[in-house]
């Protein structure tokens, strides 16, 4: 324990979380399973009969094991894009993923703790379920038939203002996986919405193809805006 007699925790262990932010969809629900067990050590370490230097060494190694494997992950997708899980870096990134795993097993068992959340087993079948849906999504969004002229539509969040060319039956959910390149977040606590009658926003259906949005002064906008995405209906 530290001279002032307070707890504390290494400074890598808050860096490890805010990085989290750059954790890509085809290795979403395996980092957010290590991340749940160097949590739980975390939280042991805090407890002034735990927090001596031994078991905040047991933590940092932790640390650096979840922080090489999401590493890994986020260089094989640096941009969200088609994901293929046979591909040599892929297999690479999925070896340090286990490898993690393995090392926090051990790290938790020298610290007297169980494993908490979901099994590596369990996450990896998330993700590849993750995966799946995301190529379908992107191929929905690449694909136009020849005989479709694409269409431009501009998505505006509080941060920026992007443009997307697409076909005119591209749902909105596959514009959000576009833009969930630059923050996973997007995925689960965004959604979007337009201007309708009356200049009033409405939520949109994540099923909403392009083509029935209304074209205003010739423009196609989407407001990108923090809250529970509605699935079937606007309001």
């Not at 369990?122 to 929905?140: S, T, W, Y």
């Not at 269409?151 to 959000?176: F, G, H, M, Q, W």
């Not at 009658?197 to 193809?209: A, D, H, S």
Request: hydrophobic share 40%; charged share 25%.
């Amino acid at each position: 324990m530290p001279a002032d007699g307070e707890p504390r925790l290494p400074a890598s262990y808050f860096l490890l979380f805010k990085d989290a932010k750059n954790i890509r969809r085809p290795f979403l629900s395996r980092s957010f399973a290590l991340l749940s067990q160097v949590h739980w050590m975390a939280s042991h370490c805090l407890e002034d009969k735990n927090n001596s230097e031994t078991n905040l060494e047991i933590l940092n190694k932790a640390i650096e094991v979840t922080k090489k494997a999401l590493s890994e992950g986020k260089s094989v997708v640096p941009v969200l894009a088609f994901f293929d899980e046979n591909a040599d870096l892929a297999k690479q990134a999925d070896a340090a993923f286990r490898d993690a795993d393995q090392e926090l097993q051990k790290c938790l068992a020298e610290l007297g703790l169980s494993a908490v959340g979901k099994s590596m087993s369990a996450a990896l079948m998330e993700d590849q379920e993750g995966i799946r849906q995301m190529n379908e999504l992107l191929q929905a969004g690449a694909t136009s038939p020849s005989s479709e002229t694409p269409v431009t539509i501009t998505v505006i969040s509080p941060d920026t203002s992007v443009e997307y060319t697409v076909n005119k039956r591209t749902p909105l959910s596959a514009i959000l996986w576009r833009e969930a390149s630059r923050n996973v977040a997007f995925l689960d606590r965004w959604h979007f919405e337009t201007t309708g009658p009356n200049e009033r926003r409405v939520n949109l259906p994540l099923e909403t193809e392009v083509k029935d949005l209304e074209a205003q002064g010739g423009e196609r906008i989407l407001f990108l805006v923090e809250g529970n995405s509605p699935l079937h209906t606007g309001t």
